[in-house]
């Protein structure tokens, strides 16, 4: 595994995963040719120690998380331009209020600077 993976082993948490998977996957292996009820403690040990090894991801850097406000933030935008509730509006609906929005947008800013070059 060193040879294939040589930059899963540079820190003593990678080896020491790798060896955890190795452990249990040698448990397994004996588990499958002689059926005890030692090797079953054993592997169920080393799926402690993994899930010991596995640490959670930090929300405050999540993408999915910025997805859902921004998506939530569009939303309440987009409400001023639908009749209709926000909620009710179909994702072809959602994609055409916010293609509008855009086009709004960026001729606002043309004009903007249309303007700003006229007044030099």
């Not at 120690?49 to 993408?63: S, T, V, Y």
Request: charged share 35%; net charge neutral; aromatic share 8%.
């Amino acid at each position: 595994m060193e040879e294939s993976f040589p930059l899963q082993f540079n820190s003593p948490k990678g080896k020491e995963s790798w060896l955890a998977l190795k452990d249990k996957l040698i448990s397994e292996l004996n588990d499958i040719i002689e059926p005890r009820e030692e090797t079953k403690l054993r592997i169920e040990k080393a799926n402690e120690r993994i899930a010991g090894l596995i640490e959670p991801k930090d929300f405050r850097e999540n993408i999915e998380l910025k997805y859902d406000k921004d998506f939530e933030k569009n939303c309440i935008v987009l409400a001023q331009y639908s009749p209709e509730p926000i909620e009710n509006v179909s994702v072809r609906r959602y994609f055409t209020l916010l293609e509008h929005y855009n086009n709004l947008n960026n001729g606002r800013k043309a004009d903007k600077l249309q303007r700003l070059s006229r007044s030099k």
